[in-house]
């Protein structure tokens, strides 16, 4: 079943049947306020941290679901029937309710139809200030004159949320609301102290106001039949401590055809100043217009810097929109707030963040450097990482540092893939040089700080050589401890050797490319010696010796991770590459994209770790984790196999999805963590948790990397696709180093792999290669396959 469609023109995912199996939501917002909205007006919002600056309150995992939110509601004074602009929370019959939700880049927008009134009501942030607008267009369009009522409604949440959500004889004593001018105060004393403040202006002259939850709901009741709705008027309530909430009435006369405008504000600051402030300048609609143009500036010069054009329609529209939108969410709140994640988890995950940048740094390289500053200061001097890091209360010293049963095996390496990333895509090697500090102690240039990174895993190796698997590696629930051993994570520091060692032959460290390079040899050795299973790679070894994920393992045979990044990482030879690649192919590959790990675990293996927890098919036990599905369409694009990379690429994007959403269920214009795997018993094709999730950095880089082959090197531009055979070509726009390149690929022959020619500017150059010095300011790029 479809219940909403891609309009690629206006870049809008539009929800005709609102009636979703999930929340499907938007973000709203850039780096300090952020905003979450679902299709239903539902969500919550917070400044600069979702864990200590939560404005707007969220009901997870709640009945009814999709509480509460945004909402506006419109009352017809003659009978005293009413609706809300979004079909929830009222939820009017649909087949008298018209309604159909638009979610932009950076605004949602709800159309809806009821007796003869239309109304249009778009939610944004600005770019620069830390508020939202709610816009509410509404049209009679009946042939009699309406009496209509507006009512909005916000639950403010008690800013920590932690307080909010559990500490209830503590926060519900806290609040000082109050009312002036059409402005309602949201005050708050927090101990230890601090008193933040927010606001709702109305433009319109407010007739009637609650600010107490309880006055405007009513008892037994809920945000669908609100009380002072029912009863055509606030109650002037003013709530010292208890259930804050924001709702303004206005009332407005309507002739048959006649439109009228009302802005609610919404946002940071005292409501006598800044919120009286904000409502005169926005009392000027075109005021409004001028930052919503702002918005639309915004995304679109984010989006620029890539583009293409090929024969799938659901790649273009993933690639040109959705996919790097969420790439810019991903980079601005890691795994922080969304529908799943309550906002706990708050600042920063270290390897998280580190990837988000990859698919961002071709567009915002200059914010990159800031993050990728931000993350070096989660390093330890003795190499490792904080696997999690707030800068906007980041302090050096020792209290950082964990015991070493809490050290990630792989968040340092990850400096290894960022770091060389924004090198290569600015050129800007003097960042090298720059120092930064330690989490515990003392500071080190940015070189020094990758260096100690390899330097840490190089102490932390295990009985075959192989990188221990410390309280975990990229997969969270293998908690090889003790002497257990990651395979996956060798794989990646062998990546970050081969990184490194560039790094340091270009900055004259011959003694360091001696060094690391040794390093290298010894640990492929282990690689060939220990890692190999005849068929396909191993996961590693648990403490007692065993192996995992190999053919003569308990319970689980074969893991994606393994095979995917024996190919990336350059470890593997080409012969067990393309082995391991097509046994993957054979026993974890299905049509909704490839199980994590084959067959799923049954039975508890405290060796193993949490994933023998899950049921089979579900999270890291047998479900088709996305992120981890990106680096097979990778090493396959390295291979040069492009009806596999597209086959693997295309079995789990959410563009394909959009007719099957009842067994999808999340939104098919943004990528979720994980979809439900074969072996489970009944919901196999299910997607959870959307939005922020690493698929979203690596979907980006697959398909515009791997399979279109743009990628920046440090002397130039590398054209190298891996495509369809059936695809006759695709063009392309890419923007390196303030040059823009105009890409023509042509496939005469039908063939995946393989550049025959190269003509830039007229020019034909040998190879895939475009050096610096053969670039204008504007380059037309012919590629002939064959």
């Known amino acids: 079943m479809r219940y909403g469609y891609f309009d690629d023109k206006n870049r809008e995912y539009v929800i005709e049947n609102p009636n979703t199996p999930m929340s499907w939501v938007n973000y709203l917002g850039t780096a300090e306020y952020c905003g979450i909205i679902s299709n239903n007006a539902s969500g919550y919002a917070f400044y600069k941290s979702p864990k200590s600056g939560r404005l707007m309150r969220f009901r997870f995992n709640s009945i009814p679901m ?51 009134i239309k109304s249009s009501y778009r939610v944004f942030v600005p770019i620069d200030k830390p508020l939202e607008f709610w816009e509410l267009e509404i ?91 029912e009863k ?24 048959p055809g006649e439109k009228k405008y009302a802005l609610y504000i919404v946002g940071i600051g005292d409501a006598k100043s800044v919120g009286a402030e904000y409502k005169r300048i926005y009392s000027d609609r075109s005021r409004v217009d001028e930052e919503f143009t702002k918005v639309q500036a915004y995304w679109n010069d984010r989006l620029g810097s890539y583009t293409c054009n090929t024969p799938s329609e659901e790649l273009n529209r993933m690639v040109n929109i959705w996919n790097q939108y969420q790439c810019h969410t991903t980079f601005n709140w890691s795994r922080s707030a969304s529908f799943n994640e309550a906002g706990g988890r708050d600042g920063l995950g270290y390897r998280d963040t580190n990837q988000d940048t990859l698919g961002v740094v071709h567009a915002i390289p200059e914010l990159v450097k800031n993050k990728l500053t931000d993350l070096l200061k989660g390093q330890f001097s003795f190499g490792a990482a904080m696997h999690q890091i707030q800068p906007l209360t980041w302090t050096q010293g020792d209290h950082n540092v964990p015991p070493e049963s809490r050290i990630y095996s792989d968040d340092h390496l990850w400096l290894l ?70 395979i996956w994570s060798t794989f990646l520091f062998f990546r970050g050797l081969n990184e490194f060692i560039e790094i340091a032959r270009r900055v004259g460290r011959e003694a360091d490319v001696k060094r690391f390079t040794a390093y290298r040899d010894e640990i492929r050795e282990s690689i060939d010696k220990y890692a190999w299973d005849g068929k396909w790679f191993l996961r590693g070894y648990i403490d007692s010796g065993k192996k995992l994920g190999g053919q003569e393992s308990e319970q689980c045979k074969i893991f994606i991770n393994s095979q995917t990044w024996a190919v990336i990482s350059g470890a593997a030879d080409r012969e067990k590459a393309l082995k391991a690649m097509d046994s993957l192919k054979e026993y974890l590959a299905t049509e909704h994209g490839i199980v994590k790990n084959y067959p799923a675990y049954r039975e508890h293996i405290a060796e193993v770790g949490a994933i ?101 090197e440090y002397d130039g531009l590398v054209v190298d696709p891996t495509i369809p055979h059936d695809w006759d070509g695709f063009t392309a726009t890419r923007v390196y180093r303030g040059k823009r390149f105009e890409i023509s690929v042509s496939n005469p022959s039908r063939v995946c792999h393989g550049v025959k020619k190269l003509v830039v500017n007229g020019e034909e150059l040998k190879g895939n290669f475009i050096p610096f010095d053969r670039m204008k300011a504007v380059n037309k790029v012919e590629v002939l396959l064959g």
């Not at 909402?71 to 008298?96: E, F, M, T």
């Not at 909005?152 to 926060?171: C, G, K, P, R, S």
């Not at 690596?698 to 990397?705: C, D, E, K, R, T």
Request: aromatic share 14%; net charge negative; glycine share 8%.
């Open 66 to 116: 999709d509480r509460p939110g945004r909402y506006v509601y419109i009352r017809d004074n003659a009978d005293g029937d009413y609706w809300s602009a979004s079909w929830q929370p009222v939820g009017k019959p649909l087949d008298s309710f018209k309604t159909r939700c638009c979610h932009g880049l950076g605004y949602t927008r709800f159309e809806s139809e009821y007796r003869g």
């Open 139 to 229: 049209e009679n369009t009946s042939d009699k004159e309406r009496e209509l009522s507006l009512f909005t409604y916000v639950e403010w949440a008690f800013w920590d949320m932690n307080q909010d959500l559990t500490n209830f004889q503590y926060i519900l004593y806290t609040c000082r609301m109050d009312y002036q001018d059409d402005i309602i105060d949201y005050t708050l004393r927090l101990w230890p102290f601090r008193e933040p403040k927010a606001f709702m202006a109305s433009v319109l002259p407010v007739e009637s106001f609650d600010t107490d939850r309880e006055y405007f709901i009513g008892r037994y009741r809920h945000e669908g039949n609100p009380i002072a709705v």
């Open 232 to 255: 055509g008027k606030c109650s002037n309530s003013i709530a010292v401590g208890g259930s804050p909430c924001g709702s303004v009435q206005n009332r407005i006369s309507l002739k």
């Open 417 to 486: 893939i960022s770091i060389p990333a924004y090198l290569k895509e600015t050129g800007d090697m003097s960042f090298l040089d720059e120092l930064v500090q330690y989490a515990d102690r003392g500071e080190a240039s940015v070189y020094d700080h990758l260096k100690q990174a390899l330097e840490f895993s190089w102490g932390k190796r295990g009985p075959h050589g192989l990188l221990l698997g410390m309280a975990a590696d990229w997969n969270d629930c293998l908690n090889l401890k003790g002497k257990g051993e990651s």
């Open 612 to 712: 023998t927890t899950f049921p089979a098919g579900l999270k890291e036990n047998g479900g088709i984790f996305c992120h981890a599905n990106t680096w097979a369409v990778v090493a396959e694009g390295m291979l040069g196999r492009g009806d596999r990379a597209f086959e693997f690429y295309r079995a789990f994007l959410p563009a394909a999805k959009n007719d099957m959403a009842d067994v999808y269920t999340m939104e098919p214009y943004v990528y979720s963590q994980f979809i439900t795997g074969k072996e489970h018993p009944y919901h196999f094709g299910r997607a959870r948790n959307s939005w922020l999730t690493g698929t979203a950095t690596w979907s980006f880089v697959a398909a515009s990397q791997y399979m279109l082959g743009i990628r920046a």
